[in-house]
């Protein structure tokens, strides 16, 4: 009963460093996706999966790179992290595409502060 | 970005009273979903509906999908102290795969 994994749950890094968040889901969704969370900010979306093989940006996708690595898994990395990156990040997944239902279903979130 | 108006911003309720709150939007969409988020928790969806007009159940909670597919409705009967939290909506248009989401309405129950 797992639905969408994400690790790690919290994570510290100073400005410069590189890290890759995880993300994980076992119900045969072909669309995945990157949210970042800010207070008074809403969801953006930084990249998404339509499906196994393909990305494409989002809203906010500079800092960030992707990989859809398979059809269950999904990577967001940042390659020279900076403090306005600091959020609240969460992978989500969808059969949308797949069997026409937009049920979007959130992972707990993978809590990031750049210092 | 593109977000959905949503009211109530925020709402202070008595455990026991009812809420509403809903969602609009300039354009028009094939899916409305509803998400309750809890403090350091990921967003939970609740109701999904798909049709114009439908109206859809989860226990206490009742959602509408409005008949101009440009706005939803989520009601909370017999409120308890549990249903503390942000409530949002997102919706999805046809043939695309990005949601756009509410700006979320927080709600507050004194027991």
């Known amino acids: 009963n797992a639905g969408v994994t994400q690790t790690p749950k919290f994570q510290v890094l100073k400005t410069g460093q590189s890290m890759t968040l995880q993300c994980a889901q076992d119900m045969n969704h072909n669309s995945m996706y990157w949210y970042r969370q800010d207070p008074g900010m809403g969801l953006r979306l930084i990249y998404y999966s339509a499906s196994e093989g393909t990305t494409d940006k989002g809203e906010v996708p500079n800092g960030y790179n992707v990989s859809r690595l398979n059809k269950r898994e999904f990577s967001l990395r940042l390659e020279s992290a900076a403090p306005s990156q600091t959020s609240v990040y969460f992978c989500a997944s969808s059969a949308q595409g797949q069997a026409n239902t937009g049920e979007l279903f959130f992972g707990e979130g993978s809590r990031l502060t750049v210092l | 970005g593109q977000q959905l108006n949503q009211s109530p911003q925020s709402m202070f309720i008595q455990e026991g009273e009812d809420v509403s709150m809903n969602c609009t939007s300039s354009?028009?969409?094939?899916?409305w979903l509803w998400y309750k988020q809890d403090p350091g928790e990921g967003p939970v969806l609740l109701i999904a509906?798909?049709?114009?007009?439908e109206l859809t159940s989860n226990g206490r909670l009742t959602a509408q999908f409005g008949i101009t597919r440009k706005d939803s409705f989520l009601n909370i009967s017999a409120s308890i102290p549990s249903d503390v939290g942000i409530y949002f909506c997102?919706?999805?248009?046809?043939?695309?795969?990005?949601?756009?989401f509410g700006t979320g309405t927080r709600l507050k129950v004194l027991a």
């Open positions: 354009s028009i969409f094939n899916t």
């Open positions: 997102a919706g999805l248009r046809v043939g695309t795969y990005k949601y756009i």
């Open positions: 509906l798909y049709k114009a007009g």
